[in-house]
């Protein structure tokens, strides 16, 4: 009985340990849908271009804020954003790694905008989109 109870815990151990590090592969993860497309409304023909040019995968990756040059921002991501994506180029269809670069504007807590290299006191920050650039895929695509 007593191994039969301890291989459970070992079992149930390990499973909490995966999911741990699935959790940790997970910094920096953004969603297209609802993290990119709303800052791409700003500019509707680069809008309406991506979404003509490419089939691009929901999650991507972003620079996760987190370290004592930002204190406040704990975990928040910002650009450039990576995406998995085919490109339906003339060619064909070319898997892809579409990176959205984008302009970062940091504010403190009373909105003002922090100008300067000392981002200590951010709080929040605003992005729009300024162009993107289009890279071979990753191995593991």
Not at 33 to 48: L, T, Y
Not at 66 to 87: D, K, L, V
Not at 93 to 115: C, G, M, N, S
């Amino acid at each position: 009985m007593r191994i039969a109870r301890y291989l459970s815990r070992a079992m149930i151990a390990g499973y909490l340990s995966t999911v741990a590090i699935s959790f940790a592969h997970a910094d920096g993860s953004v969603s297209f849908a609802s993290d990119i497309v709303p800052m791409m409304k700003g500019r509707p023909i680069f809008e309406q271009f991506i979404a003509q040019s490419f089939s691009i995968t929901d999650t991507g990756w972003g620079t996760r804020i987190n370290s004592p040059t930002m204190p406040n921002m704990g975990g928040a991501r910002m650009g450039p954003y990576r995406f998995n994506a085919i490109w339906h180029s003339q060619k064909g269809d070319i898997p892809v790694t579409l990176i959205i670069d984008t302009k970062t504007q940091f504010f403190d807590l009373h909105h003002r905008e922090i100008v300067g290299s000392d981002l200590r006191k951010t709080t929040s920050i605003r992005e729009t989109l300024d162009s993107i650039e289009i890279e071979p895929p990753k191995e593991n695509w």
